[in-house]
């Protein structure tokens, strides 16, 4: 395995955290990349199983694992790459829990102790246009968002309608690898968001025994470059 070795599809990786509020046990790691300049012998280079599908699916997998090797690196001073499972979650070291996600050029890993957390997920969105959010409104958010939605000016629709469907990204990688069984957008619900860009998200289902319809589990984001960043952090 080649860690020093960086594919010219991919920026230079940076350790740091665009989120709001920092949180103890967990690193953030993110690059960059263009599908069109991946060389199909980059993953051979960098150690790591090459990715089936089409060139943009190739070039956001390596990119993602790169950002992942190097959280984990950096959490526990051991290069790993997370495998995949037979649902294609990232199956990460033991002591360790973590997310990866890449979207529209931008690819990034959170990971942490798994002494401290109980789950991390975290999702990449770029803001939606106004006319294709409003279309996509009914499928992402629930009745009672949608009343809520209402009462925002309707320049802030597309971004809060983009935001939950973000927000819910990041639920459903950080409670999957807990109870191993999906769920769906109208099956969880965002209550509230902060001016510092906190937010509230609440379970409609009894998932699990320990996630019951009801439970509230909190998060934050923020927002950069047309992006839409979010996490789902569980304390243990």
């Known amino acids: ?20 509020h920092t949180l103890p046990a967990v690193q953030l790691v993110s690059t960059t ?48 790459i997370p495998g995949s499972g ?58 009672a968002e949608l009343l809520r939605l209402e009462s925002l000016p309707a320049e802030q629709h597309a971004q809060r309608i983009s935001l939950t469907f973000s927000l819910k990204e990041s639920l459903f990688k950080a409670l999957y690898p807990q109870v191993l069984r999906h769920f769906y957008f109208q099956d969880a619900e965002l209550l509230s968001v902060t001016a510092d860009h906190r937010v509230r998200m609440r379970l409609l289902l009894d998932l699990h025994a320990d996630w019951p319809a009801g439970s509230e589990l909190e998060g934050q984001f923020s927002e950069f470059d047309g992006y839409l960043l979010s996490l789902i952090s569980i304390p243990r």
């Open 1 to 20: 395995m080649n860690t020093a070795y960086l594919p010219s599809c991919c920026s230079p990786l940076k350790n740091h955290w665009p989120l709001p």
């Open 33 to 80: 990349f263009s599908p069109e300049r991946l060389d199909t012998a980059d993953f051979s280079r960098c150690g790591i199983e090459p990715a089936r599908g089409v060139v943009k699916r190739q070039a956001e997998y390596l990119a993602g694992r790169l950002c992942a090797r190097e959280a984990l690196m950096r959490l526990t001073g051991t290069a790993a």
């Open 86 to 143: 037979e649902d294609r979650a990232p199956q990460w070291p033991a002591g360790t829990l973590g997310s990866i996600t890449h979207g529209s050029g931008w690819a990034g890993a959170v990971v942490g102790d798994s002494t401290a957390w109980r789950g991390l997920g975290l999702d990449i969105e770029q803001i939606m246009p106004a006319s294709r959010a409003e279309r996509l409104a009914g499928e992402i958010l629930t009745p």
